[in-house]
């Protein structure tokens, strides 16, 4: 039987013990995505070098074994404004990347930086009649907003392997992601970027979170996929202006930590806001876009208390 690329489904759902299968639900813990990338098994491994009176290879044997799960979806709300818990559909795959979920009922929930207590996930990926589970699963993610693009979440995850399986096909209810607009005018405003908002005309921006994911399997210790480390970096470009009104060369040269304040989305339920007080602009430079003078550059996100380089509310 041939398996048709366009019959796939993914479901994620918290672990509530690490690397104990969650069971996710088709009813409840659908994702629905854009675009999906899996290494079903990669492997760690050492040759079994021996002495022999013939050349060749030698066999390998595998010292580790793990998954990694790319996914990319739009970035959206979570449907009707004023739910007693306003949850995006895409809420495990935040908390999988180290991020913490505050619920405020009826008005939003809040997505911020933690630095220990990190959750894990158990995705089900089903490929057309087969299922491959990932137990333990934690990841990093990148958000980014580019004019008459649809803006998107990129997660990478890496987690623990099961044998795949063969299953029928889950048709997931997916109600709890409403439809993405576009970055536009009136569908994307800047409260700040750089300090202010004045000047400010805006081509693209992107977010990564950085996690370090790193894959432990000790003797006598559990098999774990560890979130290590984080830097916060990001990336922007602007329509150049005169200095008087906005001068990024100052800033950077300067060191400035300076606030980034983007809301994207026009109705209650289908609102994103991605703020930081502390970011600073790095390595100016020139393009052009349309014969218009644009200048981009890079991003850093640097704490100046614990876990506050950026937050995610969803409202």
Avoid at 112 to 121: A, D
Avoid at 225 to 243: Q, Y
Avoid at 270 to 297: H, L, Y
Wanted: hydrophobic letters at 40%; proline letters at 5%.
């Amino acid at each position: 039987m041939t398996l048709n690329l366009r019959n796939r489904t993914l479901l994620a759902k918290v672990e509530t013990q690490y690397g104990v299968d969650a069971e996710p639900d088709g009813a409840t813990d659908g994702v629905l995505i854009r675009s999906m990338e899996l290494t079903p098994l990669e492997l760690e491994t050492v040759d079994n070098t021996v002495v022999r009176p013939y050349p060749g290879s030698f066999r390998q044997l595998i010292t580790a074994r793990s998954v990694r799960l790319t996914v990319e979806l739009g970035m959206t709300g979570f449907g009707t404004a004023g739910p007693a818990t306003p949850i995006p559909g895409y809420d495990a795959l935040l908390r999988g990347c180290g991020l913490a979920r505050n619920v405020s009922a009826g008005v939003n929930v809040t997505y911020s930086l933690i630095s220990t207590g990190y959750e894990s996930l158990t995705f089900y990926v089903y490929m057309d009649g087969v299922l491959h589970i990932i137990t333990g699963a934690r990841g990093t993610v990148s958000m980014s907003f580019g004019l008459r693009e649809v803006p998107t979440y990129r997660f990478e995850f890496q987690g623990l392997y099961t044998p795949p399986e063969d299953a029928p096909l889950v048709q997931p209810a997916l109600g709890a992601f409403p439809t993405p607009l576009p970055v536009a005018v009136g569908n994307t405003v800047i409260a700040n970027f750089l300090g202010s908002a004045t000047g400010i005309c805006l081509n693209s921006f992107e977010v990564a979170l950085g996690n370090t994911l790193t894959y432990r399997n000790l003797v006598n210790c559990r098999e774990e996929v560890l979130i290590t480390d984080r830097a916060v970096t990001g990336s922007f470009e602007i329509e150049a202006t005169l200095l008087a009104t906005k001068d990024i060369f100052s800033l950077v040269n300067a060191l400035t930590l300076t606030s980034i304040d983007l809301t994207h989305g026009t109705t209650g339920g289908n609102k994103v806001r991605v703020a930081s007080a502390v970011a600073q602009a790095t390595s100016p430079n020139f393009g052009d876009a349309d014969n218009i003078i644009m200048i981009s550059g890079d991003l850093r996100f640097v704490p100046s208390a614990a876990n506050n380089e950026i937050a995610l509310t969803v409202l």
